[in-house]
């Protein structure tokens, strides 16, 4: 089916109308997207500048600089506690910064907030999804806030609940879905108006298998046409298979930030994951025991 | 573990004041409420026993403690409480034996701030004849279990609550639970008002005697038990007192049924798919005040709690009929005015407050969901009240239906629609902004309905309080407008006082709209963190 128009993306000040999916061959899992992106390298997608945020007398974020570029899939990745999630939520406009800004293209979130939120969509850690609302509802929903023309948007929800897999229960209530299909429909009210930019976090934590591959097929498309995805995840192996640049966070700080071959080349180790843990210092706490953990359990 | 359990509510409760600004500013404000509260109602009581003598007085306790313990377990159900349950659910993997369980459960119960107001209530009782040394070994204990029943009580019958909340079918039947209660209370009470009016409080005690009735209805037993060692006769009270702990244990073994029950069953699912639903929001206009309106409508039928406040309109339908069937002196003076449909809007005023000045703590987490959305601030705000307009429109009209009915005169009901809209508008005008300054913190859903219940936030009841007399306020010209086209030689055309109504609503509301959404669009950040349940 061919989807014109869509939500109005201006980055620079180039407008982005013209960003156009075809969504097609559902019934065989796959989707085929075209795409005419307006983005350009000089505009960062993504943006924070000396972004802090202080909790009591912790810095959950701590004067963070993040540039990522149209395009990328950029994978945050951090420990429990490191400022991922809070990064994310000064980002989209949920959580006030304590100083600094952060933005998405050519606007500033604090001070274009409306702007920012049209061009973003977001898959939350947390499921903070209406649970009285019917997954079909609360696609529609999500469209109609994003102003998708009604027919395109019950088009889209339709193809967007028959490739995830949750047709059947699509007049059911979101509450009295289990995790996966929670997550799948949180997705799915991510991308349904196409957002340029994506912030999922922990977007395969309960996905069964097959559809965590087409999520992640749609995703890897979704970035080569032009749209930005900002990824959090403690899957190492598939942040390596997926992203493009990966940003370590630790303690709110920026530790390093490079492609994933880049990373381990500079850590001197073979995976995605051993360059996170010794980034992160992880070696040591691999050293840590509990002695009387170590006999069998009474 | 019994005492690790009023520990843990201890620690939360301080832990609460500490990282919560509602709590630490409301909390003074609350427990200053319930001291006075509770000094009022200890007066009363002390000059009752002081002036009561022999089988009145017995009598008189008998009833109080029955309406003590009655209050104590319903009013939890029927308003939001202003204490918390720790939920059975977290508790549900740990290796606790049930019966320390339940015990744990009570001994939490104990530490809550209400609490003030029933031990001060249940340690004047005792201490009234302190001078006997022996009355005070029966009377003590006989406090004790009945402290203890009420509190076991209080639980017990929030996990009822919960557990009929559980199913599809109970969701469906709580309206008229809750109706039942509110109508049983307000029946109840004013049977009660009116026999003591009528013939004084030792004569009414005496002529319906319930002390006979100790062994049978529990939290008479404690009671007896009480006057019993007052007079002297030591082996009833004893008795007395075996059969209250008797009750008590009765309770709580029905309490820990119930709770058994509600840990190991899931919550039955909602209604199947139907063919309408699973066509989500596509029929109707799409626009987002009108997506966000319909969103809210599909809300007050399908969230038990917002259906519990919307309930409340059924109670004051019931509160009404009750009163004419009663015949309190309060309604039956209107009984035969033809403008009773008019007070209509004032009744449903009432029902509105909880979601009017509460538009985004329904939310709850969904708020991080909703203003992530490129909705403008103004829109939603539109989008919801809306919603309650439409509710409340709706709810008028029926109630105004009922008293024209009931007054057999509907000569002003023509006029109720304009008063109606006007009223709602200056409700609505206060409450977006009110939403916006002090959104409530409502309890998340646990395995007891009423767990978590003070995470609403006590700042909010003060501002909802002061919001309540600024709508009274805005209020003055338009009923005395009305007051002077229905009564008082009509002095004022319906017609004016209908177009005026509407005027003044439509500007306090626009006035208001303007104000809330540039207030909205500058403090996303505090609603989304204050109504965020954790």
Known sequence: MQNAGGP??????????????????????????????????????????????????????????????????????????????????????????????????????????????????????????????????????????????KKEAVARRDDLLAMLDLEADAGKLVGDYSRGMRKKVALAAAIIARPPVLFLDEPFEGVDAVSARLIRRLLSRYTELGATVVFSSHEMHLVEKLCTRIGIMSHGKLLLEDTPEGLCRRMGVETVEDAFIAAVGGEDEEKKSLPWFESSPA | MVRELAGLKARLFWNGIRADRQRRIGLPLIAALVTWLAWTLVTAHIDQLTTLEGTARNEYLAWAALVIFVAWVALPVVIFPLDENIDPQQLATLPIPRPRLVAGLIAAGLVSVPIIALVAVVGSTVAHRAGSNLASVI???????????????????????????????????????????????????????????????????????????????????????????????????????????????????????????????????????????????????????????????????????????????????????????????????????????????????????????????????????????????????????????????????????????????????????????????????????????????LPREGTDMFAQATEQGLLALLSQVISFFTIGLLLVLPASFTVLTVDFGHVISPWVTGAFAIGWGAFWYALSLGVSGWLLHRRVPEVVGWVQVY
């Open chain 2, 139 to 441: 009377s003590l204990p006989a406090a004790a279990i009945f402290v203890v029943m009420a509190v076991a009580g209080s639980q017990g019958f929030t996990t009822l609550m919960s557990a009929v909340l559980h199913s599809r079918r109970g969701r469906d039947l709580a309206v008229f639970v809750i109706m039942g209660i509110g109508l049983a209370s307000f029946g109840g009470y004013q049977l009660v008002r009116t026999t003591v009016d009528q013939m004084g409080v030792a004569t009414a005690a005496l002529s319906h005697p319930l002390d006979y009735l100790w062994w049978l209805v529990p939290p008479v037993a404690p009671a007896h038990a009480v006057t019993a060692a007052w007079d002297g006769r030591w082996l009833e009270a004893v008795v007395a007192v075996v059969v209250a702990l008797a009750w008590t244990l009765l309770i709580v073994v029905g309490w820990e049924r119930v709770l058994r029950w509600l840990l190991v069953t899931p919550r039955q699912e909602s209604a199947p798919a139907t063919a309408r639903r699973k066509v989500g929001f596509s029929r109707g206009r799409w626009e987002v005040p009108f997506i966000v309106a319909r969103k809210e409508l599909r809300f007050y039928l399908r969230d038990p709690r917002q259906r519990l406040v919307w309930t409340g309109t059924v109670i004051f339908v019931g509160l009404a009929i009750a009163a004419i069937v009663v015949g309190s002196d309060g309604f039956a003076r209107f009984r035969d005015r033809d403008w009773l449909p008019m007070v209509a809007p004032v009744l449903v005023l009432m029902v509105g407050l909880p979601i009017a000045l509460n538009q985004f703590g329904w939310e709850r987490n969904a708020a991080s969901y909703l203003f992530a959305l490129p909705a403008r601030p103004r829109a939603v705000i539109v989008g919801k009240n809306l919603a309650a307009m439409t509710g409340l429109l709706v709810e008028t009209l029926f109630l105004g239906t009922l008293l024209a009915w009931f007054s057999s005169s509907w000569r002003w009901m023509p006029l109720l629609l304009p008063v109606a809209l006007g009223t709602i508008c200056c409700l609505l005008a206060v409450g977006n902004i009110v939403s916006i300054l002090t959104p409530l913190r």
């Open chain 1, 8 to 149: 109005d993306f201006a980055f620079n000040g180039k407008s982005a109308s013209a960003l156009t999916f075809t969504w097609s061959a559902v019934d065989t899992g796959v989707v085929i997207i075209s795409i005419d992106h307006p983005f350009d390298d000089v505009t960062p997608a993504v943006w924070t500048r000396d972004l802090v945020r202080r909790f009591g007398k912790k810095n959950a974020v701590d004067g963070l600089d993040l540039s990522i570029r149209p395009g990328e899939f950029y994978g945050l990745l951090g420990q429990n506690g490191a400022g991922k999630t809070t990064t994310i939520r000064m980002i989209v406009g949920l959580l006030r910064p304590t100083s600094g800004s952060a933005g998405i293209g050519e606007f500033d979130t604090w001070k274009s907030p409306l702007e920012v939120k049209k061009r973003i969509g977001v898959l939350p850690e947390e499921f903070n999804l209406y649970e009285r609302l019917t997954g079909a509802e609360l696609l529609d929903f999500t469209a109609a806030m994003h102003n998708v023309p």
